[in-house]
């Protein structure tokens, strides 16, 4: 669902410093994230809904799909929760047949997870609605550098231990030199 603002974007004049940011412009921004989360959540809703799973439901497959192989402390970590918290969305995803316990040859006493090929296609299909999105923005972005910008700025946002989770778990790398 796209909803057009009843105003301009706000968007300052290259070269600009921070000055610019006042807190108007950052209530703004806080404004589109929550009707970005808002819209994306609206999206999948009815396919995970279909599936008889929810949003948390997602963020651990989306997880787990990025990350094949993780254990559940590592899990915690990257979401932020306990292993308490945790266990309901992971039981209901392996009992669904969406996620998988495996052992490792190299330590049988850790369980790692993945998703299985039931999962793989859950998650396919949400990441595609997803990627919609992300592709009707940058269409409208001038060029790759605001993309990269954009990058940035989100990286920016992100604590120092997720910072350090995203580069230990994901497979796209950071230029540091450039955030």
Not at 55 to 73: D, E, I
Not at 116 to 140: I, M, P, V
Request: aromatic share 10%; glycine share 6%; net charge positive.
């Amino acid at each position: 669902m796209h909803r057009s603002f009843p105003y301009d974007l706000p968007i300052s004049k290259p070269g600009e410093e921070l000055l610019f940011l006042r807190e108007k412009k950052i209530r703004f921004m806080q404004d589109i994230l929550f009707f970005i989360d808002y819209e994306i959540h609206a999206l999948t809703k009815p396919i995970l809904q279909a599936h008889g799973v929810g949003h948390a439901h997602h963020r651990l497959m989306q997880f787990v799909c990025h990350c094949s192989g993780v254990t559940v402390g590592e899990v915690c970590r990257l979401l932020g929760v306990t292993k308490q918290s945790l266990n309901r969305v992971l039981r209901e995803v392996i009992e669904l047949g969406y996620v998988e316990y495996r052992n490792t040859a190299e330590d049988r006493r850790k369980k790692r997870l993945f998703l299985t090929h039931k999962g793989q296609k859950l998650e396919e299909e949400l990441f595609q609605l997803q990627r919609q999105q992300f592709l009707r923005a940058f269409r409208e972005a001038p060029n790759n550098a605001y993309i990269e910008g954009f990058q940035r700025i989100l990286y920016g946002m992100l604590s120092a231990e997720s910072k350090q989770l995203l580069e230990l778990h994901s497979n796209q790398k950071i230029d540091k030199d450039k955030t």
